[in-house]
Nanobody
C-alpha cells in the first residue's frame, strides 16, 4: 500500500522560509514521480512543483518559480520542498502526491495523496 506522509508546515511571516518533507512508502518501483500540490480556501488544488524520477526533470508553477526548490532522495524515498521568500498568497494546505506518471499541472484523484499539511504566511 502506497503511503505519503508530509511534515514541516506551519506559520511563517512574509519573506520567511519553510521546508516541507514527504516520505513515500509502498511503491514497488523506484522510478515513480512525486511532487507537491496546494489548495487554498475556495480554490482548486493546483500543482506547485514535481520531480520526474531519479534522472528526470522538474516542474515549477510560474507563481513559485525562483522561490521554491524541489529535491528528492530516492534511496530514502523522500522529497523536499524548500520554500523561500514566502508570500501570503502561498497560504494553503500542501499535499504530497505521487504516481508512476504525474501531470504536475493538473490534479487528479487517481494520484496517491498525502493527508496534507497547513502552510500559513502572515503579512
Amino acid at each position: 500500500e502506497v503511503q505519503l506522509v508530509e511534515s514541516g508546515g506551519g506559520l511563517v511571516q512574509a519573506g520567511g522560509s519553510l521546508r516541507l518533507s514527504c516520505k513515500a512508502t509502498g511503491f514497488s518501483r523506484n522510478d515513480y514521480q512525486i511532487g507537491w500540490f496546494r489548495q487554498a480556501p475556495g480554490k482548486e488544488r493546483e500543482g506547485v512543483s514535481c520531480l520526474f524520477g531519479r534522472d528526470g526533470g522538474t516542474y515549477y508553477a510560474d507563481s513559485v518559480n525562483g522561490r521554491f526548490k524541489i529535491s528528492g532522495d530516492y534511496a530514502e524515498n523522500m522529497v523536499y520542498l524548500q520554500m523561500n521568500n514566502l508570500k501570503p498568497e502561498d497560504t494553503a494546505v500542501y499535499y504530497c502526491a505521487a504516481d508512476l506518471i504525474l501531470f504536475c499541472s493538473k490534479s487528479s484523484p487517481t494520484y496517491f495523496w498525502g493527508q496534507g499539511i497547513q502552510v500559513t504566511v502572515s503579512s
